[in-house]
């Protein structure tokens, strides 16, 4: 009986998705498309501001103005909120901690709640969505394109920005595991011969090619961070290290080699050489590991 339920159910989603598609077609301005996108990045740079300064309160020396910084934070909503929560739910003296957790607890549902992913479908010609949702800074998941829509996730902050843009958003799921269990049950439909008429539950995006590459970093040329970034490495990842250079296993995206370099750049780290996997590696290792 519950499996039926949960079929109906899938059945029932996959209807509201074909009538949303048939009840809505796109049609963007692309010059008031990219204003709103240079107002979005406006308010998000104030807001960016705003949020640095209150950074500096929760990690400030005085008990008091940390104190008061809860208060302020408690007030906050965003990607960036849970990030700072964390300054202060660790920080050192006690009765601040405690009355962070008391605060922190009080909204953790609703931060999580927000920071989870839907399946969302935008009225946006795939044509120009990748270029504006980059522009725009937009933390997306695209999974596939057409003429006047795309398919994809992301969250609520994610969903409420896209509206700032004057895009329609029609949640076709309200979690991936939501979406995973009606893709389950419209597959055993299936398989056991009941097809349905109604269109499937959208398929995930296409898993993209990795390459896997060996990195050589000069640690005498390290430099500071840029603003926004922290000189981290994974150290799992370190293959040797000497008092001047440090080798570094990497498995990236295929597409996506500049902004791997970029990323690095931003963090400080100077890039001497790139080896083409192990056996690439292990032929030039001497030049800067010798036995």
């Known amino acids: 009986m519950q499996v039926k339920i949960k079929l109906i159910q899938s059945i029932l989603i996959a209807a509201i998705f074909l009538s949303i598609l048939g009840g809505k077609i796109a049609a963007y301005n692309t010059e008031d498309l990219a ?6 990045l406006q308010e998000e740079e104030q807001k960016e501001i705003e949020l640095k ?4 309160m929760l990690k400030d020396s005085d008990r008091a103005v940390r104190s008061k910084a809860i208060e302020e934070l408690s007030r ?6 849970k990030q700072l929560w964390q300054i202060v739910l660790n920080d050192q003296d006690k009765g601040v901690k405690k009355n962070a957790w008391e605060h922190y607890d009080k909204l953790r549902e609703d931060l999580d709640r927000k920071a989870l992913h839907r399946v969302i479908l935008i009225h946006i010609p795939g044509e120009v969505a990748q270029d504006i949702f980059k522009k725009a800074s937009l ?3 695209l999974w596939e394109g057409k003429d006047s829509f795309v398919i994809g996730e992301g969250s609520a902050y994610t969903i409420e920005k896209l509206k700032k843009l004057g895009c329609d958003v029609d949640v076709l799921y309200s979690s991936i595991s939501e979406w995973q269990e009606a893709r389950k049950e419209y597959e055993i439909s299936e398989e056991e011969g009941r097809p349905s008429e109604l269109k499937p539950p959208p398929e995930p995006p296409r898993e993209p090619e990795y390459n896997f590459k060996i ?4 640690l005498t040329k ?3 961070p840029a603003e926004g970034y922290t000189q981290w490495l994974d150290r799992e990842s370190i293959m040797m290290k000497n008092n001047r250079y440090l080798a570094l296993e990497s498995l990236y995206p295929k597409d996506h080699f500049p902004e791997l370099i970029e990323d ?5 780290f100077y890039i001497v050489e790139i080896f ?3 056996e690439d590696f292990l032929k030039n290792r001497e030049r800067y590991f010798p036995e």
Request: proline letters at 0%.
């Open 215 to 218: 990195m050589i970093f000069d």
């Open 276 to 278: 083409d996997g192990t």
């Open 35 to 40: 204003g709103r996108v240079e107002d979005l």
């Open 222 to 224: 390290t430099g500071e």
């Open 53 to 56: 300064a209150l950074e500096e």
């Open 76 to 81: 906050v909503d965003g990607e960036r909120a």
């Open 139 to 141: 933390d997306i998941i």
């Open 264 to 268: 690095f750049k931003q963090r400080g």
